[in-house]
């Protein structure tokens, strides 16, 4: 899986990471729920309590967001962090913003985005 992940071009990967933060964001509301206070966003967002393994390496909801799709480059600083600076988008795409639903009410509507047609399914995001 981990060649595989490296091989996809930018419009796979970007698909990929956008479709998976709205999966772990679901998954995570379900099986934690909503409830207020910075202490649980902070848990729920950054800390490891909604985190998958892909490719052999722990993502937290804020590595795919902040770390992947946005490509801050203060995530990943860590010598063995290599393999996520390798998924790590080359460019920000603003649309991105559209196609993230953190599980608020007032978040975008999901969509699953493909490679293939994900010019247009942003677009189409963005577009509301």
Same mark, same amino acid.
């Given at each position: 899986?981990?060649? @595989?992940?490296?091989?996809?071009? @930018? ?21 934690? *729920? ?8 902070y =848990?729920?967002?950054?800390?490891? !309590? ?5 490719? *052999? ?10 770390? !992947? ?6 995530y ?25 639903? =953190? ?8 969509? %699953?985005? %493909?490679?293939?047609?994900? @010019? ?7 577009? *509301?």
């Amino acid at each position: 899986l981990r060649s @595989e992940i490296i091989g996809m071009d @930018e419009a796979a990967r970007k698909a990929f990471f956008i479709n998976l933060y709205n999966a772990m964001i679901f998954h995570g509301v379900l099986e934690y *729920g909503r409830r207020p206070g910075s202490w649980y966003l902070y =848990c729920f967002f950054i800390a490891p !309590i909604v985190t998958y393994s892909v490719a *052999g390496i722990p993502l937290s909801l804020d590595d795919i967001e902040h770390g !992947i799709l946005r490509a801050k480059a203060e995530y990943f600083m860590a010598e063995d962090q290599e393999l996520q600076r390798k998924l790590r988008l080359p460019r920000v795409d603003a649309r991105i913003h559209m196609a993230l639903n =953190c599980g608020a009410r007032g978040c975008p509507v999901v969509a %699953t985005y %493909t490679a293939e047609a994900l @010019e247009k399914e942003l677009d189409k995001a963005v577009e *509301g």
